[in-house]
């Protein structure tokens, strides 16, 4: 029978050095646990070269005399970018392409009954010949062993690989590939409950065994409902159990047509973002909960239907997630831009075999990306990954992001990224400027356009979403014939030096680097149907503003209206700006009017001459000491109308527009839905603050590897809300189970800033924040489940 045994914990590393290929003495090593970043790196502004270098990782295995008549195979998830593979001082493999799995059949190398010793040489070189490098690329590579490596023990009669698809109704097919060809192979599929739904056995009589069975009225995997079944494979020979394996599957029928995507014959407009791996001080070196939490982030946070791996293949556990909780997927082969020579392009095509081979089961995954991100056209080279990815995989489409206006199509879905939108002209060009009447999809956006740091003015963070609302608006359109759009991106990343704001960082995200939201993110986070959405994207500091004149508030929503009071006082009922953006399901809440009906009521003005004095007001704030004539005279007139010395009109206007003179200024927002206040909202001058330490999770749990927890601290004033230009400096102390990860003296960036724990053994971790005058303590219980 199938054995699979981690191999995450207990590894030695050090930097490469010959004597590494003949000695075999770890005392001067590190001993690191799985996954691993070769080299832990600054948040920011270091020199990128200090990632690419070689590397020794060095384990022993207890290798059991048992096994002598077995096949054992050692599977690495991930290894940054080329891996040498030697056992017992011999070299056995070399593996080129850091994104893809690969596996070492050791049976014949192997020394039974004794420890055998697995060195890995580690080269994160960015080598021209592997992709994504060769010219010049918006991402880092990173380096080390960074995703899960194991071991596995078979029988000599064993299945390699396994395929299920759907004809997305009720059929589903098996491919099976078997060692040998002969014994049988029995099949169940069993739904959510455990409960047998369909079942059968073939006669084993060639290398790849196919079969297909049907399930009546099936539950189909949506984005609401991602239903799975697990369908179970038993192996048998001569009666004897030799192998079983579990394929998580289902059931759907997605499709690009040239008006759009369907799932399961609905049309869905498709709203995503982009997501890089990345994370700071580790690179890609983030275990199991972390790529769930980011899938999480997509679909709860932000109410997101699909994500693009850009640009490359990314966790396993990622899109397991992503299978689990309706989250569809874009993933594409590594490259950015370049297209090498044909060694290069021999190794792309690696790349996407070893992509779909170990992804086409996800249900999840909609479209393969088989051309590399933004190049130029090369028709024999994506004639020849069309040809394989159809030929891998017959029921998916593939798509291939491009740059370029009516590139050549070899692709089932003309996939585009659309940099067209400056702030003021329509969200994206329409199709018919792009490509000819073919399935069409939106995959970048904004980004570059617009970077914009959480502790950017708040002008420049409100013009940032508004673009987001803007290209979602016009995508949004349900008559364009656009299948949906992918922003670029989730999250800030670091990047070469040709990137990013000099210090080593891309700006781009709606998440910084950590996942705390800018306030672009709620462009997206407000679109989403389930829980109640109200986040006010301003602090009401007229100082933040050219002149001290706020021209207007957006508050994102999904809810149905919003009341806003001015120190307890009512203003007026605002409801969602349907005449901007008449796509989005949830426009914005835009206020233009911060004095309502207050004119009216507490200086006793008649409404007509309410809003007079309101469009001089607005034009004071505007013009200054430059007030037209025609303003100077209709104020005047509604000073002599109500006897009121010029003196008393100021002072008014203070009152009114500022708040000057007021003992504090404070703005409650209400939000409604069905007519019940749900959510409320209190900008005030800031007199007192506080801060918050916080968590998804309060728990580790050790696995198959290590567990990590990521940490938010925050300033916040009296009413819970960010304290937005706060840079106090902090310490973090950690002890017992726990162990940190990056540096343990910090300064809150823009009023947040994140950091991680990782777990050490089972037991109690213990976290001391210190500030200046405040403490902040916290337990986490580490389990092990091993």
Not at 604 to 631: C, H, W
Not at 638 to 656: A, E, N, S
Request: with cysteine; glycine share 6%.
């Amino acid at each position: 029978m199938r054995e699979t045994l981690p191999l995450n914990f207990g590894w030695y590393f050090s930097k490469f050095q010959d004597e590494h290929l003949t000695k075999s003495d770890v005392s001067m090593f590190e001993c690191v646990d799985l996954p691993h970043h070769a080299v832990e790196i600054p948040f920011n502004n270091f020199d990128e070269k200090m990632l690419e270098g070689l590397f020794t990782y060095i384990k022993d295995i207890d290798v059991k005399d048992t096994w002598k008549e077995r096949k054992v195979i050692l599977r690495f998830e991930g290894v940054a970018h080329q891996a040498h593979i030697y056992l017992n001082k011999k070299l056995i493999s070399h593996h080129q392409g850091g994104y893809t799995p690969f596996e070492i059949d050791l049976t014949e190398h192997l020394i039974y009954g004794k420890n055998n010793e697995i060195m890995v040489k580690v080269d994160s070189h960015e080598d021209p010949l592997i992709p994504p490098f060769g010219g010049v690329v918006d991402y880092l590579g990173y380096s080390g062993i960074y995703r899960e490596v194991s071991l596995i023990i078979l029988d000599r009669h064993y299945m390699s690989d396994i395929f299920v698809h759907t004809d997305g109704k009720s059929r589903i097919y098996i491919e099976t590939t078997l060692s040998k060809p002969e014994g049988i192979l029995i099949y169940k599929i069993k739904d959510k409950d455990q409960q047998v739904v369909s079942k059968g056995m073939m006669i084993v009589d060639q290398h790849v065994m196919k079969t297909e069975t049907f399930i009546e009225q099936p539950e189909r995997w949506d984005i609401d409902n991602p239903y799975l079944y697990t369908v179970e494979l038993h192996y048998e020979v001569n009666t004897k159990l030799v192998d079983s394996k579990n394929i998580k599957t289902g059931i759907r029928r997605a499709v690009f047509e040239k008006d759009g995507f369907y799932l399961n014959d609905k049309k869905v407009k498709l709203i995503g973002l982009n997501r890089h791996q990345s994370y700071p001080y580790v690179g890609y070196a983030m275990p199991k909960s972390m790529q769930y939490e980011d899938a999480d982030i997509l679909k709860y946070d932000l109410g997101l239907n699909i994500v693009r791996t850009s640009h490359y293949p990314q966790s396993i556990h990622f899109l397991n997630r992503a299978d689990e909780i309706g989250l569809l997927v874009f993933e594409e082969i590594p490259g950015w831009q370049h297209i090498g020579n044909e060694t290069w392009k021999k190794q792309s095509l690696h790349d996407l075999e070893e992509m779909i081979i170990r992804d086409r089961n996800h249900p999840s995954i909609i479209l393969w990306g088989v051309r590399i991100n933004e190049s130029p056209d090369d028709h024999n080279f994506y004639f020849e990954t069309n040809k394989l990815a159809r030929t891998l995989d017959p029921t998916r489409q593939t798509g291939g992001v491009r740059n370029i206006q009516f590139s050549e199509f070899l692709e089932d879905v003309y996939t585009y990224n659309d940099f067209s939108h400056t702030g003021q002209n329509a969200g994206l060009d329409p199709k018919k400027k792009i490509t000819k009447d073919v399935p069409y999809f939106v995959t970048e956006y904004n980004g570059h356009m617009f970077p914009t740091k959480r502790y950017d003015h708040e002008s420049k963070r409100l013009e940032h979403t508004k673009r987001h609302f803007n290209v979602l608006n016009t995508m949004m359109d349900m008559n364009n014939d656009i299948a949906g759009s992918i922003g670029w991106c989730m999250n800030d990343y670091n990047t070469h030096q040709e990137f990013g704001s000099g210090d080593k960082i891309c700006y781009h995200g709606v998440l910084d680097m950590f996942r705390i939201p800018k306030i672009a993110a709620y462009a997206y986070a407000s679109q989403h149907h389930k829980g109640d959405v109200m986040e006010v994207l301003s602090t009401m500091n007229l100082g933040e503003y050219q002149g001290g004149l706020l021209p207007e508030v957006y508050i994102a929503t999904n809810l149905d209206y919003v009341k806003l009071f001015k120190n307890d006082t009512y203003i007026d009922t605002f409801y969602p700006d349907k005449k901007t953006y008449p796509h989005l399901v949830h426009p914005p809440i835009v206020i233009k009017d911060f004095i309502g009906e207050s004119l009216a009521l507490q200086e006793n003005m008649k409404k007509k001459d309410a809003e007079k004095v309101k469009q001089v007001f607005k034009a004071i704030s505007t013009y200054g000491n430059r007030l037209p004539l025609s303003y100077k005279l209709k104020m005047l007139f509604l000073l002599k109308k109500y006897k009121m010395t010029i003196d008393q009109g100021i002072k008014m206007f203070y009152k009114y527009t500022s708040g000057w003179g007021s003992e504090k200024l404070k703005y409650r927002f209400e939000g409604y839905k069905d007519n019940i206040l749900v959510k409320e909202v209190v900008k005030e001058n800031i007199s007192k603050t506080s801060y918050e330490l916080s968590s998804k999770r309060d728990h580790l749990v050790i696995d198959d590897t290590y567990d990590v927890l990521a940490f938010h601290v925050k300033k916040v004033d009296s009413s819970n809300q960010l304290v937005p230009y706060a840079f106090d400096a902090f310490k973090i102390e950690v002890s017992g189970a726990i162990q940190l990860i990056g540096p343990n003296q910090l300064s809150l960036v823009g009023g947040a800033i994140g950091f991680y724990v990782k777990s050490v053994e089972q037991g109690v971790g213990h976290i001391k924040i210190v500030f200046n005058d405040t403490i902040i303590e916290r337990q986490v219980i580490v389990r092990d489940s091993r």
